[in-house]
């Protein structure tokens, strides 16, 4: 069959659910991935035939996609902070409002000094291996209650060549974190924790909310900084002094965030706002 026949049919089929431009977008990623082959070459062989085994993978793709699973999962690779990451249902698929908390970090800590990092919730791994590809200074580590995610994100380190120590802990069992971290004080503990509340599920994709690990995504109503009192009582037992503890967290609970970090005795706590405008990420200093 040809490319362009396949294309036509993504279109027919996908356009109705999301638009013109993104289909043309998934299209080009799935043949690249499963066809190497690139928009631009198919413009120059836009006769171009493909295999049966490569039209099954693509109708395939064009299924799930009308299934609205996200593309990341589909290729089984997504980009963040410029390296490549593999992800799957275990794994929450990295934002780009992830990339501006890890730009943060490493802005405020580009220096030679030696560095303990902690990164807690880690998924994929995006946030610890960035800052470690980025920081060469850093000892990092990472986090997770998932073991499928700690799977992936030790796959994501070797995938980008560094070195991660991985741990397989519950924060919400600081015991247990302790236990596992006895004998170690970080300079850096930063956190992008569940933290969308049931009653904001209408706001979200389907593609998301049907896909996407409920595990990483979700807290209750009644108690949305659950995840965020844990990791700040461990900051406050495991950070250096002037340690910096940095979060990702919920557009709407920014008052309450700083109003947490302000009542245990954080110093210099910035909101910021992420691109989109919305408070999106917080630092406070150990005092």
Same mark, same amino acid.
């Given at each position: 069959m040809k490319l362009k026949t396949i294309k036509e049919a993504f279109h027919k089929e996908l356009d109705a659910i999301y638009g013109k431009e993104e289909v043309s977008s998934f299209f080009y990623l799935l043949i690249e991935s499963y066809c190497y082959f690139t928009r631009l070459k198919l413009a120059l062989e836009p006769e171009k035939t493909i295999s049966k085994a490569e039209e099954e993978l693509l109708l395939q793709a064009?299924?799930?996609?009308?299934?609205?699973?996200p593309i990341q999962y589909i290729i089984g690779e997504t980009e963040f902070y410029g390296l490549p990451f593999k992800v799957n249902a275990h794994t929450l698929i990295p934002r780009p409002e992830t990339e501006e908390l890890v730009e943060w970090v490493i802005v405020s800590n580009k220096r030679s000094?030696?560095?303990?990092?902690?990164? @807690?919730g880690t998924g994929t791994g995006c946030i610890a291996i960035s800052l470690a590809k980025n920081l060469p200074n850093a000892k990092v580590y990472a986090l997770d209650v998932s073991e499928k995610a700690l799977e992936k994100a030790k796959e994501n380190a070797v995938l980008n060549e560094v070195e991660v120590t991985f741990i397989s802990a519950d924060i919400l069992n600081q015991s247990t974190c302790d236990?596992?971290?006895? =004998?170690?004080?970080?300079? @850096? %503990?930063?956190? =992008?924790?569940?933290?969308?509340?049931? /009653?904001?599920?209408?706001?979200?994709?389907?593609?998301?909310? !049907?896909?996407?690990?409920? /595990?990483? /995504?979700?807290?209750?109503?009644?108690?949305? /900084?659950?995840?965020?009192? !844990?990791?700040?009582?461990? !900051? %406050?037992?495991?950070?250096?002094?002037k340690g910096e503890l940095y979060f990702e967290i919920n557009e709407y609970l920014g008052k309450e965030m700083l109003t947490l970090l302000q009542e245990n005795d954080f110093k210099d706590i910035e909101l910021k706002k992420d691109f989109f405008g919305k408070d999106r990420m917080l630092k406070g200093v150990k005092g």
């Open positions: 064009l299924n799930r996609l009308k299934e609205q699973e000094k030696p560095l303990t990092v902690l990164d @807690i236990l596992k971290l006895e =004998n170690v004080e970080f300079d @850096i %503990i930063v956190s =992008n924790p569940p933290y969308v509340r049931n /009653l904001e599920k209408q706001e979200m994709r389907t593609n998301v909310l !049907a896909n996407e690990p409920h /595990l990483a /995504l979700f807290v209750e109503d009644d108690n949305p /900084l659950q995840f965020y009192n !844990a990791i700040t009582a461990f !900051a %406050i037992a495991k950070l250096k002094a």
